[in-house]
Structure formats: C-alpha cells, structure tokens
C-alpha cells in the first residue's frame, strides 16, 4: 500500500517497528525516484506512536491520511490455549494502538477540517475465526469502532474506511504462533485462493477514494458476510467443519472419541 501511495504522488510517512524492512521500502522507492519518510517504533507504544503522528503534523502542515495497517495474528488458536498474556499482546497491537492513532489523528483533522482515517480490519471481523478467536475479536471491535467513528466525523468534515479483505498474500501465517496449530497445515486448509497483494491494495484504494465506509474483497466476503446477517447458522455450521477438519490434521488426539 505504501509503494502505491508513493507512486502515486502522496507524501508518506511510514511507521513499523521492522527496521529492516524500512531501508528495503525506502531503497525500492528511492529506484523510483520517489522518497519516504521513515520512523522505527512499535505502534503499541501509544506514547511514541502519538508522538510521531504530532510531529508529521507539524513538520508537513497537515495530515491527509491516516491508515493503520499494523496487525498480527499472535499467538492464536483455540479459546482453551490461550492465556491472559496472549490476550493482551494482540490487543495492545490490532486494538488499542488503531484506536488510539486514529483517535489522535481525528483531533488534527477536525482541527482542519478534512482528513480520511483508514484502518485495516479483516474479514474475520465480519465473519469470525473459530480457532482464531483472539484475532477475530480485535478485528470486529476495529470495525465497530471505525463504523461508529464514520458516524460521528461525518459532520466534522472526516472520511472513515474499514478495510476487511479475505487472505490475502501476506506474512501473517509466516508469522503467527497457532498454539496447539501448524499454520502450514492450516493455510493449506483454506478452500478458497489467496489474492495478491498488489491486487488486494488496488481495490482497497479504490474504496478508499469513493470513501466507502466497509471496504471487502474479494467478492466471497459478500457473499458470507450477506450469509452471516441473514442465515448465521449456516455459516456457523460450515466454519465448524472447518474448525474440526484443522483439528483432526494438527491435534486428532484432543478429540472426543
């Protein structure tokens, strides 16, 4: 998303705690012809992350965009592994930290009267992940929060997108700790095709500029999202022989006989 935005003309300033993969963005960019400003912290850190957000307002004048795209998977899996700890960490990281940016981004936009705040959600936000219940959890209350902030910054003069893609191609199995799950194992039992992230992007922009308030893709979200409001028990009933085909894979021995 970052690249495209550059590409595009945008000024951007990208923030993550990956140091590494900073100087690989900025490097890719700077072969373009295009810069980027760059800042290393953890968005957890509400502090900093309020800090850094202050000092682009100052330094460019104004905040056009403001979109949280931080997120992990963390340790996930079923309800009965997880501990208080695991709770917290992901929740200071998909949760707390897009609240709390987007919230110090509203101020400056409400201040200037213009402004769109972006935050990434998932389709498991809409949908639910049984076996990933933590993820899922952090994802809905994004896209509650989201929902009811586009509500309330309409008149302010302030766009809101959520954005809940399906997989899509990314590090976030790569990068996940599934307890009592192999994330090999569990992306391979995913029935549909993952979407290219460049693909993925391009449409999320694009309902990022017609200011769409729930931004899904690709077109099987709608669908189950449709399923979900009107047939609930139908979606519940699949993703549950989903949830058990993943554990008679990864943990056949935790099943009842």
């Known amino acids: 998303m970052v690249v495209q935005l550059c590409l595009s003309g945008a000024e951007v300033v990208a923030i993550d705690i990956d140091d590494k993969r900073l100087v690989e963005l900025a490097t890719t960019l700077s072969h373009s012809g295009r810069h980027i400003e760059t800042h290393t912290l953890d968005v957890g850190n509400i502090e900093a992350l309020g800090a850094c957000i202050d000092a682009t307002v100052t330094k460019h004048g104004r905040l056009d965009y403001m979109i949280s795209n931080a997120g992990i998977a963390g340790r996930s899996g079923e309800i009965r592994d997880l501990m208080p700890a695991d709770w917290d960490k992901i929740m200071r990281v998909n949760l707390i930290a897009v609240v709390q940016g987007a919230s110090i981004a509203?101020?400056?936009?409400?201040?200037?009267?213009?402004?769109?705040?972006?935050?990434?959600?998932?389709?498991?936000?809409?949908?639910?992940?049984?076996?990933?219940?933590?993820?899922?959890?952090?994802?809905?209350?994004?896209?509650?929060?989201?929902?009811?902030?586009?509500?309330?910054?309409?008149?302010?003069g302030v766009q809101v997108t959520v954005l809940c893609p399906g997989f899509i191609e990314s590090r976030i199995f790569e990068n996940a700790d599934l307890r009592g799950l192999d994330p090999e194992t569990v992306k391979a039992s995913i029935p549909v095709k993952f979407v290219s992230t460049e693909k993925a992007v391009t449409k999320m922009l694009l309902g990022v500029l017609k200011n769409r308030g729930i931004v899904t893709l690709p077109s099987y979200v709608k669908v189950l999202w449709l399923l979900r409001r009107l047939m609930p028990f139908l979606l519940d009933r699949a993703m549950g022989r989903q949830t058990?085909?993943?554990?008679?894979?990864?943990?056949?021995?935790?099943l009842p006989l």
């Open 106 to 156: 509203y101020r400056h936009m409400v201040k200037q009267g213009s402004g769109h705040i972006v935050n990434m959600a998932s389709a498991a936000g809409l949908l639910g992940t049984p076996a990933m219940s933590a993820y899922g959890t952090t994802k809905a209350a994004v896209v509650e929060f989201s929902r009811d902030l586009r509500v309330e910054a309409e008149a302010l």
């Open 244 to 254: 058990m085909t993943q554990l008679r894979a990864t943990r056949p021995s935790s």
